[in-house]
């Protein structure tokens, strides 16, 4: 597989709830090592997208291939086997409560890989070292920041090696004090050549780390293209960033 084939791809992913249409059939095609952010006003399908990606959410139609071969999201066998090489994010981290750092991060590989409880915490410390959180492992959810909980969901995802991260609004649920240490990890993810889809509102984000900008709105993608290509004026996007811009004083 080279860079330039698809490590990912979605076609025509359609989604409605209660007879209202959430996605009019949206595609998508990443490759490896690339970064496509999705961007939009809030109900535009975002967040439904990314979890019809993961098939969190059943898509109602829909086509799915992985490193180029087709997935039966239907089948129990291929759609475990898919999800356990496209992570997910979570805006409010989804964590449980009861358990340690270092337990959210060891319990799918041992349930999931089926690891040894030894192999499992060597591979949760390499984990939460890289996310900074190396001296916070016996601490549970309640003892941890908001930032802390999302490193250590980033961590969990991390150590089960996807092949994809999805990231619906990484940092929507933290104060702007502790939004800055997630980007951190985004950007180191990045540089390591992380291949991601991520749903922000972060313009810093959006500008430094897009190989492709995605404008959703009411279901469809109605811009795409490249941070030079579309973050210029008369854009939507432009449009959106100048709205994000004038509430958080980020430059764009």
């Excluded at 009861?98 to 390499?126: C, F, G």
């Amino acid at each position: 597989m080279t860079r330039n084939t698809p490590i990912l791809r979605v076609e025509n992913i359609t989604k409605s709830f209660g007879g209202n249409p959430i996605l009019k059939g949206v595609n998508l095609s990443l490759n490896k090592g690339e970064i496509k952010i999705l961007v939009g006003p809030s109900g535009g399908g975002k967040s439904t997208f990314l979890q019809c990606m993961n098939c969190l959410i059943s898509p109602d139609s829909g086509k799915f291939w992985l490193e180029e071969k087709p997935v039966d999201i239907f089948s129990k066998k291929e759609l475990y086997r898919y999800r356990q090489q496209v992570g997910m994010i979570f805006q409010d981290f989804n964590l449980f409560d009861h358990l340690t750092a270092m337990d959210n991060v060891t319990l799918a590989l041992r349930k999931v890989k089926k690891m040894d409880k030894k192999a499992a915490s060597t591979r949760a410390m390499i984990e939460l070292s890289q996310v900074g959180l190396d001296d916070k492992t016996k601490l549970y959810p309640a003892e941890l920041s908001g930032g802390q909980k999302q490193r250590v969901a980033i961590a969990r995802a991390l150590a089960m090696d996807p092949k994809v991260l999805l990231l619906d609004e990484p940092t929507s649920a933290l104060d702007p004090d502790l939004t800055g240490e997630v980007i951190d990890v985004i950007r180191n993810l990045a540089k390591k050549g992380m291949t991601m889809v991520m749903a922000t509102h972060q313009i810093s984000l959006i500008r430094t780390l897009a190989d492709e900008i995605l404008f959703m709105e009411a279901g469809t993608v109605v811009e795409q293209g490249s941070p030079k290509g579309l973050l210029v004026p008369g854009t939507r996007s432009q449009g959106f960033c100048d709205k994000l811009n004038s509430l958080s004083g980020e430059g764009i």
